[in-house]
């Protein structure tokens, strides 16, 4: 994906960890090794959400089971069973029904997390514009929950 130019455009380092993360050959098991960075997880989380959003809301449910199999198969993963069901519950808790996800066992969640943000970076790939804008407002949601003094909004200048 080459995003090698744009890791100084994050604003957070943690920002820069998921994009270096996301420029790796395996994406998904590259953001899987942020889990003992509490401050990588917390923006994955955040991404993760953005995306699904920007993607999913007011689509047609059937688009997240096609997505879920797509990526599932992609993957090499079992595309059916649990595993599919555990991830579309966690994309569909994100636009909108919370309660599909009650229950999901914090590393399964943090599993398939990965796996949809690493997803990203799926050949072609999404443009590092696109990306930036994504983090950026990863970064923008965890600023808004976060103590005052530990606020970093938006990108640094160049």
Avoid: W
């Avoid at 914090?106 to 990203?120: A, K, Q, S, T, Y």
């Avoid at 799926?122 to 808004?144: H, K, N, S, T």
């Amino acid at each position: 994906m080459g995003q090698t130019g744009t890791l100084d455009k994050a604003a957070t380092a943690a920002g820069r960890l998921i994009l270096e993360a996301l420029g790796e050959e395996y994406p998904a098991r590259s953001l899987s090794r942020l889990s003992d960075s509490p401050r990588a997880v917390r923006l994955l989380r955040e991404l993760f959400t953005v995306a699904v959003r920007r993607s999913f809301v007011g689509r047609d449910p059937r688009d997240v089971t096609r997505y879920v199999r797509d990526l599932l198969e992609y993957r090499s993963l079992p595309s059916g069973g649990e595993l599919a069901r555990e991830a579309e519950a966690l994309i569909r808790a994100a636009i909108g029904e919370p309660e599909l996800a009650h229950g999901l066992a914090d590393l399964r969640r943090f599993e398939l997390i990965c796996h949809v943000v690493g997803d990203l970076a799926r050949p072609p790939g999404i443009p590092a514009a696109d990306l930036l804008a994504l983090i950026d407002q990863a970064e923008q949601r965890v600023a808004r929950f976060d103590r005052p003094r530990n606020r970093v909004v938006g990108r640094r200048a160049t």
